[in-house]
């Protein structure tokens, strides 16, 4: 039976952990180990305070369309409007009132908070995670020595996680379990 949960695929999560984390230890000296701690605590960071600045951002720019949306309902709620409408050969039609139909609702508002909000949130989490990928990359790649032990330990580990997947296939494990 695959792992529908999240919470039930643990033990595939905790064996990369735990083959990670031999590879942090025996393939890379402290002071790599180090660099890859304050790469991810860059981007963190970064990610942090860009979706902090979108999520602002987002939601002054709904505060600022609703309240355009408000002074244009108020604008046209003080227009004089036409009631009806005469035709050519002398016939007459009401136009209907629209104006209740403009007014906005707290729905509306809501939905405007909450989309503006989730827009800023995103674009500004996907901006800081660039801007922190970029700086935590330039903190990795400033030593070259080190730069090339990173990628020789992530090429051995990549390497040990394709052959443990290869012979979990060759003993018969049903293929959906990986896959889905």
């Known amino acids: ?3 529908i949960y ?4 643990n033990r595939r999560s ?4 735990r083959l990670a984390d031999q590879h942090l230890q025996h393939d890379l000296r402290p002071q790599d180990r180090d ?3 304050a790469a991810s605590h860059k981007v963190a960071f970064w990610t942090t305070v860009g979706s902090a600045v979108g ?7 709904a505060f600022r369309l609703r309240s355009s949306r408000k002074a244009f309902f108020e604008v046209f709620r003080a227009r004089e409007k036409p009631t009806q409408v005469v035709f050519a050969d002398g016939r007459t039609e009401p136009i209907p009132d629209i104006t209740p139909l403009l007014k906005p609702t707290t729905l509306g508002d809501f939905t405007t908070y909450f989309f503006a909000g989730a827009g800023g949130l995103f674009l500004g989490g996907e901006l800081g995670f660039l801007g922190g990928a970029g700086s935590g990359s330039r ?3 400033a030593d070259p020595e080190r730069r090339q032990r990173i990628e020789t330990a992530f090429r051995k580990f990549r390497a040990e996680v394709l052959r443990k997947e290869a012979d979990e296939l060759d003993r018969g494990l049903d293929v959906s379990d990986q896959m889905f």
């Not at 999240?6 to 695929?9: C, E, G, K, N």
């Not at 905790?14 to 952990?17: I, K, Q, T």
């Not at 999520?55 to 720019?61: C, I, N, P």
Request: hydrophobic share 50%; glycine share 8%.
């Open 55 to 61: 999520l602002g951002l987002g939601l002054y720019a």
């Open 6 to 9: 999240p919470a039930l695929r």
């Open 1 to 3: 039976m695959p792992d």
């Open 139 to 141: 903190c990795i790649t």
């Open 14 to 17: 905790n064996d990369l952990a």
């Open 35 to 37: 660099a890859l701690k």
